[in-house]
């Protein structure tokens, strides 16, 4: 899920609401441990959009939550200092509890048609 980005009114909308949350996993030096990305992937699915704090290893931070967004199977908001923000949205529709202005992976409605526009004038 990380190797798709997400459109930018999705991206500019998580990134307001990153802004309220308060970290909800500590990394310490034991790093990705498996304890912790299970912890990941629990508030993952409580709360769709995390906030994660790096209290140990933030020379490595970098790598490190590039690895955590890909091994959590979701969405690398913003990282700002020692926290970042994670998105992976919940499979079931009847559970979400964000709601982003377009689809995960599909381009805007102002992309798509402009294509399609442009192919049918011709």
């Known amino acids: 899920m990380s190797d798709t ?12 609401l990153g ?8 990394i310490g030096k034991s790093g990705l ?5 299970a ?10 959009l995390i906030k994660v704090k790096f209290d140990a290893l933030k020379e490595q ?3 490190l939550v590039t690895e955590l967004a890909s ?21 079931d529709e009847s559970k979400r509890k964000i709601t982003l202005p377009t689809d995960l992976g599909r381009p805007t409605a102002g992309e798509d048609a402009s294509t399609e526009e442009e192919g049918g004038e011709q």
């Open 5 to 16: 980005r997400l459109p930018g009114p999705a991206l500019r909308r998580l990134k307001s």
């Open 19 to 26: 802004q309220l949350l308060k970290p909800v996993v500590h």
């Open 33 to 37: 441990s498996d304890a912790l990305m």
């Open 39 to 48: 912890s990941v992937d629990q508030a993952l699915a409580d709360h769709e």
């Open 61 to 63: 931070k970098k790598i």
């Open 71 to 91: 091994r959590s199977q979701s969405h690398l908001v913003q990282r700002v200092g020692n926290v970042a923000v994670l998105y992976r949205q919940q499979v």
